[in-house]
């Protein structure tokens, strides 16, 4: 099988463990269920490409099996006629809808159109052919993503069916790796720099991968597997003109059409965190860059706040901004000090669990030689303050990223907030800390 030899004869030890793991998962649910009981939802987009592939491969492989097992040859050229959903809109790109086409004809693909709206459509096709399981080529980053696993069932409100996720995992770097090292066909806008696919409404060519220059009136522009940068994915999703076309696509591949009416701006928040701002004792620099870099490059700062550092707090400013701008800012309260409350905070807000506070590989935390004191064990130490001294606020921030750690005491009873900061002192090396700000 072509795509499984490619892959195995690749010297890419990233992209063979993303394909074993992504291809293991669908073996998984060709083994849960019965092959009429699967379909593909495909559009067209790389991500949906990338799955199609996959599918293949792990289709003859589960079917290798079965072979070996009853003493039967497998073969090469097994096709994979899975039943395939693809939503038609009057809003999407002539080149996805010819590429969604062939490719089905290609790859004897059972193609089902749908032209109503995503759920509608949805509900319809499954109580006239009842499937157990959909195929999506979701990825972490997409929209859609959050709180869904390899294997999670349909949200409430929708029929119920298993959403199975194989490249939720993938980057995309590691997409585009996989259609370059097993040399698939995939739509031609990708080599026209468009780098992520929504409607033809919302979507334009990625200007990072733009290749004017002064002697040419036309703008080229740089294939989509030639951005360096995989966060930009999006980036060329401008809002060009406002469109009576409207078409929510929750089960994303790679494309959808959501923000088909927003404003032509790319508006952008910004939320600082930290007590110390709010009390006055401090002031937020960070905030006015950030506006005025925004501003330079096109963005318009639709709303900029400060919020105290309370994992409450950062969750319902971040809930109430994500689902307004393209983009939201924060910084602040970001570290392993008991102050550092943001992470959690953005974690509660999108309704996902907080894993680690402490990522693997950050050594800065535990060892710096522009650290006098490990910031792990002045946490330690701190924890531990608060709750010998629960009366008194006890707040850290810095001023800069190189700069000094500052540790504030507030307290109402001068003596309490004098003995907290020397019981602190006496837990470092002499010249550990070089003042105090005891209020």
């Known amino acids: 099988m072509e795509i499984d030899r490619a892959i195995k004869e690749s010297s890419d030890r990233r992209l063979q463990t993303k394909y074993n793991n992504a291809v293991y998962v669908i ?33 003859y492989l589960h079917k290798e099996k079965i072979n070996y097992s009853n003493g039967n040859q497998p073969d090469c050229m097994l096709k994979c006629p899975i039943r ?54 979701t990825r972490i980053g997409d929209p859609n993503a959050v709180g869904q696993e390899q294997f999670s069932p349909s949200s409430t409100g929708w029929p119920p069916f298993m959403r199975v996720n194989p490249i939720l995992d993938w980057s995309y770097r590691d997409v585009w790796a996989f259609i370059l090292t097993c040399k698939v066909k995939y739509c031609s806008l990708y080599d026209q720099g468009y780098t992520s696919i929504g409607s033809i409404y919302d979507t334009v060519p990625n200007a990072l991968l733009s290749t004017a220059d002064s002697s040419s009136t036309k703008e080229n522009f740089k294939p989509a597997y030639m951005l360096s940068d995989g966060r930009l994915e999006r980036a060329g999703r401008a809002k060009k003109i406002s469109s009576k076309c409207e078409s929510t696509h929750v089960l994303s591949n790679g494309m959808d059409n959501t923000g088909a009416h927003r404003s032509s701006f790319l508006t952008a928040s910004i ?14 620099q960070i905030g006015a860059t950030l506006c005025q870099k925004l501003y330079a490059t096109g963005w318009q700062v639709a709303h900029i706040a400060v919020v105290q550092n309370d994992v409450d707090s950062v969750a319902e400013e971040v809930e109430q901004r994500k689902s307004r701008d393209d983009i939201v800012f924060l910084f602040g309260g970001l570290g392993p000090l008991h102050s550092d409350v943001s992470v959690a905070g953005v974690a509660k807000a999108f309704g996902v669990c907080l894993l ?55 307290g109402k009873n001068k003596i309490r907030v004098e003995l907290a900061a020397e019981k602190l002192s006496r837990r470092f090396h002499a010249g550990a800390f070089c003042e105090f700000s005891c209020d």
């Open 356 to 410: 680690a506070l402490l990522p693997e590989g950050i050594t800065e935390l535990l060892h710096h030689e522009t650290l006098p004191v490990p910031l792990i064990e002045t946490a330690q130490v701190i924890s531990k303050l608060r709750m010998d001294f629960p009366d008194i606020y006890i707040g850290c921030h810095r001023k800069s990223r190189a700069g000094p750690l500052i540790i504030s005491f507030v």
């Open 27 to 59: 073996q998984r649910a060709f083994a849960l269920y019965e092959f009429e009981q699967v379909a593909f939802s495909f559009n067209g987009g790389k991500d949906s490409t990338v799955l199609l592939h996959l599918l293949r491969a792990g289709y």
């Open 271 to 284: 939320i600082a965190v930290g007590d110390e701002i709010l009390f006055g004792t401090a002031e937020d």
């Open 84 to 137: 395939t959903i693809y939503f038609e809109c009057p809003c999407a790109f002539p080149e996805i809808n010819s590429f969604t086409y062939e490719t089905a004809a290609a790859y004897d693909l059972q193609l089902e159109i749908m032209r109503s709206d995503f759920k509608s459509g949805l509900e319809s096709l499954l109580k006239e052919k009842p499937i157990k399981a959909i195929f999506l080529g």
